[in-house]
């Protein structure tokens, strides 16, 4: 076994919660495997028994009890891989399959419980982390690290909107001026052009930030001058 997988001598429904914990630690890490039908001390592979359950699973079903006990939801993918046993390619070879479930890296870390699991001695919002060959509670160092990136990652998505939005802002606007209701827009004239047939609602987003305090604000080209009445049109201060 090691940071990226562990061995598992058969499969269980009922180890469900086993099952979620590890592969929450693997998420919380670089991602990681869970080999069914493979025993850790010998390193022997045994198959996995005959109708076993692992052959029934339902993948909507596992995806449900895992966010049952961690979010937020865990990435996976699974399968089985058949084997002739001593390596032999003959039909009359035994045969021995192997089921495998692989836990991607999460996106989203940390991954943490969001409901207890006394069996496994979990308690709500606890996280685990993959420490070599154990999962084990996450220490402070990896959490630091991890809250770090995504403190990071969440910044850099601030910057990437703000980019968007001064893009969007100076492919549409020429300039902003102040009047008695505060700073009016000028558009482009080609965009005025653009814009004489539409709705108003649909000539700009109306996620844009406006005040909603002031009334009657005012869109202007250069060579047009156009009243507008929804608010949704404004700049200025609230």
Known sequence: ???????????????KPSYAKTMSSFANNCGGYMIFGVTDFPRQIIGLKHNSDF????????TKQLNLFFLPAIEYDMGTITLKE????????????IGWIYTFESEMKPVMASKGCRSENVTAGDMFYRYSDRTEKMKLPEMSRIISERVTKELNRIRLLG????????????????????????FKPSVAEKT????????????????PGLMDPTVKCPDKFQPIRDPRFYFGNS
């Open 55 to 62: 052959e029934y699973i339902k993948p909507e079903n596992f």
């Open 163 to 186: 980019s968007v939005i001064q893009d969007f802002i100076g492919k549409f606007f020429s300039e902003y001026s102040n009047n008695s209701y505060g700073p009016a827009v000028f």
């Open 196 to 211: 004489e047939s539409l709705p108003l609602s649909t000539a700009i987003d109306e996620r844009i930030p406006h005040s």
């Open 86 to 97: 001593g390596g032999g390619c003959k039909d009359s070879s035994p045969e021995k399959k």
């Open 1 to 15: 076994e090691s940071t990226t997988i562990e061995f598992k001598a058969s499969f269980s429904s009922w180890s």
